[in-house]
């Protein structure tokens, strides 16, 4: 007899994976930038260069595992609002079949750790992640979904993520325009 809850945990340590090696790159480019602007110097005097990494560590990893999280969430109720959307299948098959993809994420979070050096290849390993696991993702929904069904989902969440992807975008932009318009040059 078959576990199904067996991949349970995968998400859990896949974040803390891609939360982790992403911490890292950012620790060595903070400690760069604290050095170059001059205040290492300053935060030697309180801490250990050890103890500072640790303390670095720790806040970039939560950081990031907070917003992969949150990435996670919203992620998955777009995928259920689509399955909701375009699906006939009303006993929830297509929840547990999908669910064996949550091993790609895992050996995607589990590459990163080789390309912790470089900010491009994190980049391209998790983004390579994300769209094998909605290929995946897709393939075995569509057992389940007509041709129109599929193609709506797939139209669905393309959308969805881009719309919100734009609105962060635009925020972020209105942001850094009304702070650089703040400043006195």
Not at 4 to 20: A, C, M, N, T, V
Not at 26 to 39: F, P, R, Y
Not at 157 to 179: A, C, D, H, M, Q
Request: hydrophobic share 55%; charged share 10%; proline share 2%.
């Amino acid at each position: 007899m078959k576990n199904p809850y067996i991949y349970g945990y995968l998400p859990l340590f896949s974040i803390i994976l891609f939360s982790l090696t992403f911490g890292i790159y950012m620790v060595g480019q903070s400690i760069d930038l604290l050095e170059s602007i001059g205040v290492y110097a300053g935060m030697r005097e309180f801490l250990t260069d050890f103890e500072l990494r640790i303390f670095l560590l720790i806040a970039f990893t939560l950081c990031f595992f907070m917003l992969f999280s949150a990435l996670k969430l919203i992620g998955e109720t777009i995928h259920e609002v689509g399955m909701l959307l375009f699906s006939k299948n009303s006993n929830g098959e297509m929840i547990s079949v999908a669910r064996g993809g949550y091993v790609i994420f895992f050996f995607g979070a589990l590459s990163t750790v080789l390309g912790v050096q470089s900010f491009t290849i994190l980049l391209i390993l998790f983004t390579l992640t994300i769209l094998s696991y909605f290929i995946f993702n897709i393939y075995k929904m569509s057992q389940f979904l007509t041709l129109s069904g599929t193609i709506g989902l797939i139209i669905f969440e393309i959308i969805i993520w881009t719309i919100l992807l734009t609105l962060i975008l635009y925020v972020g932009l209105k942001l850094y325009n009304g702070l650089l318009a703040s400043l006195p040059f």
